[in-house]
Nanobody, 129 residues
Framework: QVSLVESGGGSVQAGGSLRLSCAAS????????MGWFRQAPGNEREGVGL????????YYADSVKGRFTISQDNAKNTMYLQMNNLKPEDTAMYYC??????????????????????WGQGTQVTVSS
């Protein structure tokens, strides 16, 4: 059973940066598509970005392209989300997720409800203007 634990959330002013971490354990294979999602109060959950386990290929939502970067440290089984130039509209609970797959597809960011994602507990990011 895959377990995901996020950390690194907090409060920053607009224009600031944060780095989120997602520590993963319990993998039975290396074939996982990992992702970051976020949900603001009153909004639906939205995909932020994806990365396939052991790969450097990433996909991002248009709203974060050029500002957010996903990376992973395979030795530590940890995925990161570097967030730069944060905006108040980035305020949300951020979730790490993983789904067994042979690769990532950008559509996973909008189809998460129909896929067997495993989810972390979330970490709050608050950006003030």
């Amino acid at each position: 059973q895959v377990s995901l634990v996020e950390s690194g959330g907090g409060s920053v002013q607009a224009g600031g940066s944060l780095r989120l971490s997602c520590a993963a354990s319990g993998y039975t294979s290396k074939n996982y598509c990992m992702g970051w999602f976020r949900q603001a109060p009153g909004n639906e959950r939205e995909g932020v970005g994806l990365i396939f386990s052991g790969s450097t290929i990433t996909y991002y939502a248009d709203s974060v392209k050029g500002r957010f970067t996903i990376s992973q440290d395979n030795a530590k089984n940890t995925m990161y989300l570097q967030m730069n130039n944060l905006k108040p509209e980035d305020t949300a609970m951020y979730y790490c997720a993983a789904v067994r797959a042979t690769g990532c597809n950008p559509t996973f960011m909008v189809q998460s409800e129909s896929l067997d994602f495993r989810w972390g507990q979330g970490t709050q990011v608050t950006v003030s203007s």
